[in-house]
């Protein structure tokens, strides 16, 4: 079955960064389209970025510029390296894959001081 398991956050400074992972299992990763997606206390998740199985990547304007998504399709795995963190940045970041709506269970990210 699908499976997607996040990896990665914790607590960071203002200006830090982290990388986020997501290994992927279950279905053949390299030909699907992945996504990152984040969601802050008492606000709807919403789109991080995209990578499709091509490499063709897409941002949120949030965060163009300061986050990079890519994937290892040797590892089965998909990336968000995180730059430049905002205390606006603070959210749960999800793993999605979009065929079949497959979410991982989240990985908590926090930027403060």
């Known amino acids: 079955q699908v499976q997607l398991v996040e990896s990665g956050g914790g607590l960071v400074e203002p200006g830090g960064s982290l990388r986020l992972s997501c290994a992927a299992s279950?279905?053949?990763?390299?030909?699907?389209?992945m996504s990152w997606h984040r969601q802050a206390p008492g606000k709807q998740r919403e789109l991080v970025a995209s990578i499709t199985g091509y490499g063709y990547t897409n941002y949120a304007d949030s965060v163009k510029g300061r986050f990079t998504i890519s994937r290892d399709n040797a590892k089965n795995t998909v990336y968000l390296q995180m730059n430049s963190l905002k205390p606006e940045d603070t959210a749960v970041y999800y793993c999605?894959?979009?065929?079949?709506?497959?979410w991982g269970q989240g990985t908590q990210v926090t930027i403060s001081s």
């Open positions: 279950g279905f053949t990763f390299s030909s699907n389209t």
């Open positions: 999605r894959r979009t065929v079949g709506n497959y």
